[in-house]
């Protein structure tokens, strides 16, 4: 039986940094009890093949090279050093896959969606970078555990349908001593926003946690816990910069399979309508004073030490 754990948090740590006022670092200890009756359990089976199909359409690596400074950032913040092994779980087109390649790490680039990897490994090959990549389920990884010095996810293992079983599967891969590293949307910040709007279009599925939740310290502090001996997270922005929010909408609803299918559901009539709220929302966080988009997405950066 499943159980739902509820957690008492208390201050581990602090960070302050010049952008952001002091935030807390909290461990936890966790509570367990028993599901409330009557709450329907989520076919995640299913709803993991609706997201395959989702990633797979499109081409999210038109999108996915822009991030390409969020791999960098962890690959710095993680202090990956050459010769050690890493794993890329949910790579995508391989942007912390590259980041750690460039410093001379072994690292292996995993997705199930093996259209994604194949333009990850084109990007590789064209800077002569080795690495191995695998299609694979971030929720049954395919090595043994303590397999790895250091497991990366950018914007990637946040999307898992059962997302307690990927953390679970990051933890188990990843040596004692070892690190993982995350970079994951936020509730608050834009792309946390644009899936919220979404939503109000297009109810997500029931009694499942939204991809935001790794983007919030009490999600990853009951999470990781136990398995850690430090975590610390960092909000940081990636900043979007398209020709207009038009030129955005047009890019996303074309290439970013979420928004695709979202559109390709909907219906004319629907379509007009969430068009106009993307629009909208885009323009409220927009900070360029033109005619451009120039529009900040809070993330958290994450690195977690393995107990």
């Known amino acids: 039986m ?8 208390r201050l581990a740590q602090s960070i302050a940094t010049p952008e952001f006022p002091e935030r807390a670092i909290m461990t936890t200890i966790i509570e367990c009890i028993p599901p409330a009756a009557g709450k329907p359990n989520p076919d995640l089976k299913a709803l993991k093949s609706r997201q395959q199909a989702a990633w797979s359409s499109g081409d999210y690596a038109v999108i996915g090279t822009t991030l390409q400074i969020v791999g960098e950032r962890l690959a710095e913040s993680m202090d990956l050093r050459a010769g050690q092994t890493v794993l890329d779980v949910a790579a995508g087109n391989g942007n912390a896959t590259l980041a750690a390649a460039r410093r001379g790490c072994e690292v292996t680039s995993t997705d199930y969606v093996e ?5 990850a490994h084109r990007r590789a090959e064209a800077e002569g970078l080795q690495v191995q990549f695998k299609v694979a389920d971030a929720e049954n990884l395919p090595f043994a555990s303590a397999s790895f010095d250091a497991v990366v996810s950018t914007f990637g293992a946040m999307f898992s349908p059962d997302q307690d079983r990927t953390a679970a599967e990051m933890v188990r891969v990843t040596r004692p001593g070892g690190r993982i590293g995350l970079a994951n949307w936020t509730p608050e910040g834009f792309i946390g926003q644009l899936f919220k709007t979404i939503g109000k279009h297009l109810p997500p599925p029931t009694a499942v946690k939204p991809p935001s939740v790794w983007g919030t310290q009490n ?23 398209y020709r207009s929010a038009q030129h955005f909408l047009e890019i996303f609803q074309t290439y970013y399979g979420p928004v695709l299918k979202a559109f390709e559901a909907l219906g004319e009539k629907g379509s007009k309508a969430l068009s106009s709220d993307i629009i909208e929302l885009v323009e409220r966080f927009n900070a360029s004073g033109d005619a451009t988009m120039v529009v900040p997405s809070e993330y958290l950066e994450v690195v977690i030490t393995r107990r």
């Open 219 to 241: 999600w990853l502090s009951s999470t990781f816990g136990a398995a850690a001996s430090a975590i610390v997270a960092e909000p940081r922005h990636f900043v979007f910069r």
């Open 115 to 119: 259209s994604l990897l194949a333009r």
């Open 2 to 9: 499943h159980t739902e754990c509820t957690s008492m948090n």
